[in-house]
């Protein structure tokens, strides 16, 4: 498609007079640049003309062109784009563009647009634009950005940056955007705005969000909101939008949280004032329905001071309160039983429990406690103050114990979570540990006595108080008993008495004997209730709390409240008859018995008058008489009588066999007092205890029950009395079905067993309970089984024949009929199975498991550990009938895994069967077991708990943990639980490993860690670490944790993200401080890290009074800088000369602890949280702990090692002056007990502080808690020769010797012994390459000497990667190595000789390896490995490493060996190197036949020598030759053959003369060829 554009305007000019020059307008030449293919290159660039679009000078119109003509010079456009001048309209949020040129809109960098406040740039606000979007207008050369709302703000809270004309400049870099045609931009720089249109929009509110957990209210705006010009007080919660709402409340006491930077969002922090009125009313802001805000005109001004315009605002977020209520304080009056209770919110004073309230004596758990049972009244006497009555009974129960509740000092409360709950009934936050008492009033009430009794018969008097006394201040001599309260009356005071208790409010004492032998004979006082009174004064008792009793009067004397009179008990004279047929009993006794007080169920007889297990009592009577008064008849009753003849022994069968017993219930006088009891005497034989007359037994025995047990095929047949069993006949017996029946049946037999004196057992024969059973309407049930006999069945002890059993006469019915049914029996507990969950239970026979009864079944240790089922599945045992398998339910398998008593192995796994917990097939029970069974096979639950998720309370510092199945809390181990910031590591990546942490959670699947106080301080140190449930993660080590079988938990190795984050919202507090006027360090100590980027020190002042109403000196701080610069609970500031000279000469300020007190805001300083401390106000300023000296060692937390880059990071517990660190004193080892193994001591190294900035300097002494110690590169290397010594963190041990190194008050470290050697925090292995440093060649020796970076590995030595060159520019010559001899160990210096060859070659290159000026060393990648096998850097050809040290050849060349071969007249040498054979004088060798001078010799005197090599052949001259064969013992063998050189024979390479060999030390061939060729 074709694209043109006609022009609409322009400027002409006409050159040479027919060249038209059309320079175009603006909007031509804009129009044209949009296009992408027009003008853009020669080939797009054709003009039509129109006729007529020129006239000629005759004014002739142009013809018009019919074919387009292509230009024929073309220019690109090479202008870069420039902006002219801006506008700025802040009502509308616009920034219009105008440039020179079309700018290509997506090539635009909207962030290189700057806005700037001041042409002076250095000193200038200036500000980029982050997200605002540009757009083109109609105008095609003007753009306009629109203003983002982030850049809006930006802008808007920069109250010195484009508020007017005149401070409003505009920056482009260059690059930032191009024109159509790519040309970069122009820069511009310091553009002032050419129109500029403030902001004229009135300011609202947009949303709010509600937090009562946090306590804030945050307000977000329709713009930028100046945050001081907010007022607070305009802002009300309201619960509708009604006018006027039902409920509201105006905020009063809340501010601002202000930022560095204003804002479209403030947050204010609601004060506890605001808080309670708003929690106080139960229908407001409890829910996002009952939750609005209103606000006015004047609540606000934006930027350019535009007042608010009111709207409802939409509610964002609604979150109710969920922190619990604290208890602040309590006191307790014991005067009026008042405990009133203060809270940290509004509490509803409805659901205070008294269940939840404790008070203690101390603050140790284990301490004197007392719980409250009930309050009289409660009284909420403000938004969190109650006041409440304490019960009677209470006050009593405190006051009983003299230890509780008496002083300040030993009155503490302990409140439960249950004691109260706040407005949104979260229940209180429980104590930790028990709260003492703020203010104490003392019980100053005396106590009064209200009532006493008097028991003559116990001899007890009781004393009954309104109030607990001290039983340890009662005198006894200070009260009296009168009779009368006349003026004339009988007195009695005690002499003394015993105690049952001292501190009550009843007190008992047992009086002496010989008082009331006194009192009684007295004869007109206390003998009855009217006659018995008492008085006292003051100094009788006092109360617990030492207050003296309220005296009572002789004259208002206090009347008894009980009287127990004197009584005197009657005694037997004599038992007079024992009647065994009648039962007739007759005693005697010493005075008149009252008949109605007798009970003859009181009586007991025995053998002999010390027998207290042989002894019958009477279980009724028939009749009971007196007789004469003093004569008691007592008729026994037939079963009593029938009792005494069954006792087979000699029990009363004689007047010496019978003694008589009972008590003093047996019966009483006419008085009421009972008879004096009868008991049991081994010493002395009373005559009147047995009777007079003794009447033997001549009564006939009978039968009187009888038991049936087809069962057991047994008849049991029960007798009135004791019968003989050598009398007994069973073929006497007949059985029968009705007391009146034909239908008999006879026994034939049976063995009989005499089961007890009236009782015998016979076992029936087998032939017998057939025919019974044949007979089917004979002995199936009770009614069908009767029985009779003779006389002749059996006989009693005194040989009386029975009483027979005669058909329809006396025919008896069985009294128990067992049918056949044995009950089966648990035989074997088979299984445990925890993994499954499953019991395997064997019994006697095959059971229904239908009838299964998990209540009968207990699960125990054998002592006192159980466990009752809730339940279970039963099937039968498809293997074993007898046996079933019970799956337990997860509540009990639950149970079982929690008790750590039961079930954990075979040895504690026992089973006890209770009766019915199965049935058998015919119906019957299970029995019960007898004992318990233990388990013959126990399997362990294997399977590892899993980890499921976690919470984390930074604010109470507990770590809640929760896993799928139950853990054993006792094996937590703390240490191997991690938290990180995020689930994988990048530059902002932090965690913390714990040390420590405790937990009190039971077993179960929860556990709840308290982290130990240094590790909480720890995490809170790592500034990205656990700030929001989107920084804490976790990770657990297997044996962070076991279950109940002590098996770990399956490893959490990839962190996991909390559930549930509740940051740190409590305020720290200074706990102490001290000042060191020596260094000028205040040294604080406060309850949590604090972040010491806030710090502001000038909000400090110190003072020489609590009070600075009374401070005779001030003076507040101007700056300091703390040590160390890192957020820890605890760092020093280091005053200013400045500040530390004002105070030294304020004279009488910081001296000594006296006069040093200390106050701040609460600007000072926050926590990592941003919570800021607690002030410490002028008017209770806090005094100085002191000038403590720090005796305490430091010591080594843990340690981190970089064998990478040599590192060696120590962390103390404190700071540690790093200049005092000795190396020597430091030891790796590669295990934490090392008995034998590696080791290595360090010998130096260079020390730092880690923090990269400078601590203060105080005597050249540098601080910090962590220690950079830069390993020596003897130290380093050293460690890196040892294989198996800090190669991974597993074997990197450290131990500290004495002294090591030493705190900021020259303390030694704490020494790390073998033993306990501290294993590595963090190992970074070396992954640096070994580099060649320099290296030295001595050809005096043909060795070189190669010095790395670091140790390198002789075994990897690769010769074939060492090249030598002569010269660094043209690489030449060369020479690689093939080969060479390794003659060093694992080091940083390589030695290594040539090898010959290699040597050799290289000696004959005159360029090469002769002096520090040709030779060069290259080093391939693979030419060696350190000792972490990381290759040897790669070098570069363009640099390659000049020798760093050289020694040339100094030794002469020696001939090692020759040959001489006489055939062809050559001699062939052999030199210990190479020789230059251009030196080479042949006439310097002597030839002889005998090794002297002696013999034949020839000097030669020429020959021709082969090249320069350490071998060369010399071939002799003819005559030469000829002379040597013209002698036949001349050159024959090597015996005839020597050779002797001069120095001047040749040289080597070096030009070294040759060692000479004189003619005495000849040197004979190693080969002579003699000359065998015959002549021609």
């Excluded at 509201?248 to 930077?261: A, K, P, R």
């Excluded at 209540?855 to 240790?861: E, G, H, K, P």
């Excluded at 054998?862 to 809730?870: C, G, P, Q």
């Excluded at 010559?1373 to 694992?1386: A, E, M, Y």
Aim: with cysteine.
């Amino acid at each position: 498609m074709t694209t043109n554009h006609s022009l609409l305007g322009g400027s002409f000019s006409l050159t040479n007079y027919t060249v038209l020059e059309i320079r175009l307008s603006d909007i031509d030449y804009y129009s044209l640049q949009q296009y992408p293919d027009l003008a853009t290159s020669p080939e797009n660039v054709f003009l039509v003309l129109d006729s007529g679009f020129i006239n000629d000078s005759a004014n002739n119109p142009s013809n018009a062109t019919l074919i387009p003509l292509a230009v024929i010079s073309f220019f690109h456009d090479n202008i870069r784009p420039e902006l002219l001048n801006f506008s700025l309209d802040m009502d509308s949020n616009r920034i219009s563009l105008e440039f020179n040129d079309v700018v290509n809109i997506s090539t635009f960098n909207i962030r290189e647009i700057n806005l700037i406040n001041s042409l002076n740039t250095s000193s200038g606000v200036s500000l980029h634009l982050q997200s605002s979007s540009i757009f083109k207008t109609e105008t095609l050369n003007v753009f306009e950005i629109l203003l983002s709302r982030q850049d809006t703000e930006l802008i808007t809270s920069r109250l010195d940056l484009a508020t007017s004309i005149n401070n409003t400049y505009l920056s482009i870099s260059p690059g930032s955007f191009t024109d159509i045609n790519g040309n970069p931009n122009v820069p511009t720089i310091l553009l002032p705005v050419t129109s500029f249109t403030s902001d004229q929009t009135h300011p609202f509110i947009l949303q709010f969000s509600l937090d009562l957990s946090l306590e804030n209210l945050t307000l977000t705006f329709s713009e930028v909101v100046p945050y001081n010009t907010l007022n607070v007080s305009t802002l009300s919660i309201e619960s509708s939008t009604a006018d006027p709402p039902p409920y509201s409340h105006s905020l009063v006491n809340s501010t601002i949280i202000e930022d560095q930077y204003i804002s479209s969002v403030v947050t204010v922090q609601l004060s506890h004032a605001d808080l309670n009125v708003i929690k106080s009313l139960q229908s407001l802001a409890t829910n996002i329905g009952n939750t609005f805000l209103r606000y006015t005109i004047n609540s606000f001004l934006d930027t350019t001071d535009n007042m608010a315009v009111i709207t409802f605002p939409t509610l964002y977020q609604f979150i109710p309160d969920t922190v619990a209520p604290r208890i602040i304080s309590f006191s307790l009056d014991m005067n009026i039983g008042i405990l009133v209770l203060t809270f940290s919110e509004t509490i509803l004073s409805s659901t205070i429990m008294e269940v939840g309230f404790t008070l203690l004596n101390s603050s140790d758990f284990n301490s004197v406690e007392f719980n409250f049972l009930s309050f009289i009244d409660v009284i909420q006497l403000s938004y969190t103050t109650v006041n409440l009555n304490i019960s009677l009974s209470d006050t009593i129960g405190i006051k009983s114990d003299r230890y509780l509740a008496t002083t300040l000092q030993n009155t503490y409360i302990l409140l439960g979570s249950d004691a109260v709950q706040d407005a949104n009934f979260n229940s209180l936050q429980p104590l930790s540990s028990p709260l003492r008492v703020s203010s104490y009033i003392p019980d100053t009430t005396s106590p009064r006595l209200f009532g006493f009794v008097l028991d003559l018969n116990s001899n007890i008097l009781i004393f009954n108080f309104d109030e607990p006394i001290d039983g340890l201040t009662v005198n006894i001599s200070d009260f009296v008993f009168i009779n009368t309260t006349n003026y004339t009356f009988t007195s009695f005071i005690l002499s003394g008495g015993y105690y049952s208790s001292l501190d009550t409010k009843d007190l008992q004492i047992s009086l002496l004997k010989s008082d009331v032998d006194s009192l009684n004979l007295l004869t007109d006082i206390c003998n009855s209730p009217v006659n018995c009174l008492l008085y006292h004064t003051h100094l009788f008792t006092n109360d617990v709390a030492g207050n003296d009793i309220v005296p009572i009067f002789q004259n208002a004397s206090k009347n008894i409240s009980s009287f127990i009179p004197d009584t005197t008990s009657p005694m037997l004279v004599q038992f007079l008859q024992f009647d065994f047929n009648t039962g007739m009993i007759i005693l005697s006794y010493d005075e008149v018995i009252r008949p109605i007080s007798i009970d003859p169920t009181a009586l007991q007889f025995a053998e002999d008058n010390g027998d207290t297990s042989n002894v019958i009592t009477l279980t009724g009577y028939d009749s009971v008489r007196v007789v004469d008064g003093t004569i008691v008849e007592i008729i026994t009753s037939y079963s009593d009588l029938n009792l005494f003849k069954t006792i087979s022994s000699g029990f009363c069968r004689t007047r010496s066999s019978c003694f008589i017993r009972y008590n003093s219930t047996f019966l009483t006088d006419q008085a009421g007092n009972p008879v004096t009891p009868i008991l049991a005497n081994d010493l002395v034989i009373n005559i009147e205890e047995r009777p007079q007359s003794l009447i033997i037994d001549s009564s006939p025995p009978f039968l009187s029950h009888f038991y049936l047990d087809l069962e057991n095929l047994t008849l049991t047949l029960l007798f009135n009395e004791a019968i003989l069993e050598s009398t007994f006949s069973a073929s006497v017996i007949s059985l029968q079905n009705a007391f009146n029946s034909n239908l008999t049946y006879q026994l034939n037999g049976g063995q009989v067993t005499q089961l007890n004196d009236n009782i015998l057992l016979l076992s029936l024969l087998v032939t017998d309970v057939e025919e019974i059973k044949v007979l089917s309407q004979l002995a199936y049930s009770v009614n069908s089984t009767w029985l009779t006999h003779s006389n002749l069945l059996v006989s009693d002890l005194f040989s009386n024949s029975i009483e027979p059993r005669v058909n329809n006469i006396s025919t008896i019915r069985v009294d128990r009929f067992i049918p056949d049914l044995i009950q089966p029996v648990v035989t074997e507990f088979t299984l445990l199975d925890l993994e499954n969950g499953q019991l395997r239970i064997q019994f006697s026979e095959p059971l229904l498991p239908a009838t299964f009864n998990f209540t009968q079944i207990v699960l125990t240790n054998d002592f006192d550990e159980r466990i009752n089922l809730t339940g279970g599945s039963v099937i039968r045992d498809p293997n074993d009938h007898n046996t079933v398998i019970i799956s337990l339910t997860n509540r009990d398998l639950i149970n079982l895994k929690v008790n750590t008593m039961v079930g954990t192995n075979r040895e504690n796994s026992f089973i006890n069967v209770f009766d019915s917990v199965f049935r058998d097939t015919n119906g019957n029970d299970v029995k019960s077991s007898i004992g318990v069974f233990q388990v013959v096979t126990f399997l362990q639950d294997l399977i590892p708990p899993n980890f499921e998720n976690f919470a984390l309370d930074m604010n109470l510092g507990t770590l809640y943990l929760q896993f799928d199945d139950v853990v054993d809390t006792s094996t937590l181990n703390a240490d191997e639980i991690t938290i990180h910031n995020m689930n994988n590591i990048t530059e902002t990546y932090q965690f913390y490993q714990l040390t420590r942490g405790t937990t009190l959670s039971s077993n179960g699947f929860d556990v709840l860690i308290t982290i130990h106080p240094n590790d909480l301080d720890e995490v809170k140190k790592r500034d990205k670490l656990a700030i929001s449930i989107n920084s804490t993660f976790i990770t657990l080590n297997a044996n962070a944790i076991t279950d109940t079988g002590g098996f770990g938990i399956r490893a959490v190795t990839v962190p996991v993200q909390t559930y549930s984050f509740i940051e740190d919202l409590t305020r720290p507090s200074l706990l102490r401080f001290a000042f060191d006027g020596d260094t000028g360090a205040l040294t604080f100590y406060f309850s949590e890290t604090m972040n010491i980027t806030s710090l502001h020190p000038s909000n400090i002042t110190l003072l020489n009074h609590i009070n600075a109403t009374f401070a005779s000196q001030m003076y507040s701080l101007t700056g300091g800088t703390p040590m160390p610069n890192i957020s820890a609970v605890q760092f020093s500031l280091y005053l200013t000369s400045f500040d530390l000279e004002n105070i030294f000469e304020l004279g009488n300020l910081a001296t000594d602890i006296m006069d040093n007190y200390i106050s701040f805001s609460s600007q000072l300083i926050a926590d990592m949280n941003g919570n800021f401390v607690f002030p410490v106000n002028l008017f209770n300023s806090m005094i100085s702990s002191g000038h403590t000296t720090d005796i305490m060692p430091p010591h080594l937390t843990h340690f981190s090692i970089d064998m990478d880059s040599g590192m060696l990071f120590l962390t103390f517990n404190e700071p540690v002056n790093v200049t005092t660190l000795v190396p020597d004193q430091f030891t790796l080892q590669s295990q934490m007990a090392l008995t034998s193994g590696e080791f290595y001591r360090l010998t130096g190294g260079v020390s730092t502080i880690y923090d990269t900035d400078i601590y203060p300097n105080t005597g050249d002494v540098f601080f910090d808690t962590i220690v950079q110690f830069q390993l020596s590169d003897r130290d380093l290397n050293e460690l890196k020769k040892i294989p198996n010594l800090v190669t991974e963190r597993d074997n990197t041990y450290l131990v500290l010797g004495p002294g090591s190194v030493l705190d900021t008050s020259r303390n030694p470290a704490e020494q790390v012994l073998n033993g306990s050697a501290l294993r590595a925090f963090a190992f970074t292995m070396d992954e640096t390459s070994p580099q060649l440093l320099n290296f030295s060649v001595d050809l005096d020796f043909d060795l070189v000497s190669l010095t790395f970076s670091e140790t390198i590995n002789v075994e990897t030595v690769n010769f074939s990667a060492l090249t030598f060159f002569g010269n660094s520019t043209t690489l030449q010559p060369s020479f690689t190595l093939t080969n060479g001899n390794i003659n060093s160990n694992n080091d940083v210096i390589l030695n290594f000789s040539f090898f010959d060859d290699d040597i050799n070659t290289i000696k004959l290159n005159r360029d090469l390896l002769t002096n520090l000026g040709d030779t060069f060393l290259f080093l391939s990648q693979n030419a060696i490995r350190d000792m972490n096998n990381n290759y040897h850097i790669s070098q570069n050809f363009s640099n390659i490493l000049p020798v760093s040290d050289f020694k040339e050849d100094k030794t002469s060349p020696i001939i090692e060996a020759y040959l001489f071969d006489l055939n062809i007249g050559q001699i062939r040498l052999f030199f210990s190197e190479p020789v230059d054979t251009q030196t080479f004088q042949p006439m310097m060798i002597t030839l002889s036949n005998m090794p002297n001078d002696v013999g034949r010799s020839i000097n030669l005197s020429e020959g021709n020598v082969s090249l320069s090599s350490h071998i060369v052949n010399i071939s002799l001259s003819i005559d030469d030759t000829n002379f040597l064969k013209r002698y036949p013992d001349f050159i024959i063998d090597i015996n005839t053959t020597y050779l002797s050189i001069s120095s001047s024979l040749v040289t080597d390479m070096n030009y070294n003369n040759v060692e000479a060999i004189d003619i005495f030390s000849s040197l004979q061939p190693i080969l002579v060829i003699s000359d065998t060729p015959q002549p021609e």
